[in-house]
């Protein structure tokens, strides 16, 4: 990316950012609290890359899409990964978010990234406690059930 439009890029997310974070706080705290924990950490990252479009030097260039788009292992690498986020919505659909999240973070895991199974375990539950505590016990958002559990009628 041309240097030029860094800055320009920076700019734009910042003054995106920054009316978002302003907005939401004059809105009741339960709904400014998605834009404020997006907004604030959206515009230091914007602020950063800005400063270090204006202040460091160029990166190196980057290959180009045709020789990205010829490579073999590029196009496998390309293929597993919309294959993963395919899986996720999959599951997401069929069991419903607080199932399909600590799910898809061990398959991850453990086929994905080779990891042990005590790091696996870890991980997906905390990842499932941080989903529960922040989604269910603090914000009170329903989850619908998902397709599966009501075709079950288990929902």
Known sequence: ???SAAVGLSISVMLVSGYAVFAATAWPW??????????IPLFCLAATELLWSLLGAEPPSAPNEVELSTDAAARRRVVRVAAWM???FVAIAL???PIAVPLFVFLY???QGGEGWVLSI???AAVA?????LFDALLHLPFPAGWLWSWLGLA
């Open 30 to 39: 339960k709904a400014a609290l998605f834009p404020l924990v997006i907004g």
């Open 129 to 133: 406690a941080a989903f529960y505590g």
């Open 95 to 97: 069991l419903g978010f």
């Open 122 to 124: 870890v991980l997906t």
């Open 109 to 111: 895991l453990k086929l």
């Open 1 to 3: 990316m041309h240097k």
């Open 86 to 88: 395919a899986g996720f």
